[in-house]
């Protein structure tokens, strides 16, 4: 049987918790310029009033701080948080605030935000249909919702073989979609897909694992895996050697969608 919601949620917190300083410094998180192509996909208004969901450290949230009126990042966890009201201090925004939160039931009313959006984070939460549910309930009509996250291949097979080593590696990932399931998943949330766009990170596989303090039994058994796979070509994740060390592609998808005022009927 798989674990239930609140066993998973202790999970995030502690995964989080203990990855909260190397999450906050990776480069594919804080890189400033991934953050502002997903500001120019969802291009807000400068009124907007934004909110991120599973902030972390908080750098989108402060990327969409520089064009909103308002910001508020919500996450499950403290130790983040708190890294990212450091940084919103250090950049003296004003329009921005952090808070505690579960992304299941966002504590805010119904078209409250004009803009939602979500990083590298579908992957972690045990119901991503209810997240995303909830993220439509809170934007208003003609609103954007805006998604970025890894995605798998569309065979299952293939998809179920990646989404196994990055589950041994941190067992805060529950799964990554294929491309078409979150086209579907924003359908089912009454959202007008309006961007598709597709990128890679390339990690490091000894850095990688290092920065979730996989264990060693689990490191070895992902590290396998990936060995494996790059052999045998099973999961998409194109695995290759470069001076000696061992890569692999994540490959990434962001969407943009529109609430519709019928709710996609």
């Known amino acids: 049987m798989g674990l239930g919601a609140t066993e998973h ?9 203990e990855q ?3 999450y906050a410094a990776t480069a594919s998180i804080a890189d400033p310029e991934r953050v502002a192509r997903l500001v120019r996909a969802v291009a807000p208004q400068p009124d907007a009033r934004a909110l991120e969901v599973a902030t972390g450290p908080g750098h989108v949230a402060l990327g969409f701080a520089t064009v909103c009126r308002e910001v508020i990042g919500l996450d499950l966890t403290e130790a983040p948080l708190e890294i990212a009201e450091r940084a919103r201090r250090e950049r003296g925004l004003d329009n921005v605030r952090f808070q505690l939160g579960d992304a299941e039931q966002l504590p805010f009313a119904e078209a409250e935000f004009d803009v939602v959006v979500c990083r590298f984070a579908f992957h972690h939460f045990a119901d991503p249909r209810r997240v995303l549910a909830d993220m439509a309930r809170v934007c208003c009509p003609n609103g954007k919702v805006a998604v970025e996250d890894l995605v798998v291949s569309e065979h299952p097979q293939r998809a179920a073989y990646q989404n196994r080593f990055e589950h041994l590696r941190d067992d805060s990932h529950t799964a990554a979609f294929a491309l078409s399931e979150l086209l579907g998943l924003f359908a089912a949330a009454g959202l007008e897909v309006e961007h598709v766009s597709t990128d890679e990170l390339v990690p490091e596989v000894e850095a990688w694992l290092a920065r979730a ?16 796979d790059e052999r045998d070509d099973l999961s998409g994740a ?14 990434t998808a962001t969407l943009v969608g529109r609430k519709l005022a019928s709710g996609g009927t």
């Open 9 to 17: 949620k202790d999970i995030v917190r502690r995964a989080f918790t």
């Open 238 to 251: 194109r695995p290759f050697r470069q001076d000696g060390q061992l890569f692999f592609r994540q490959r």
């Open 20 to 22: 909260a300083a190397a």
């Open 213 to 228: 303090q996989t264990p060693p039994d689990r490191a070895a058994e992902s590290r396998a895996l990936i060995e494996r």
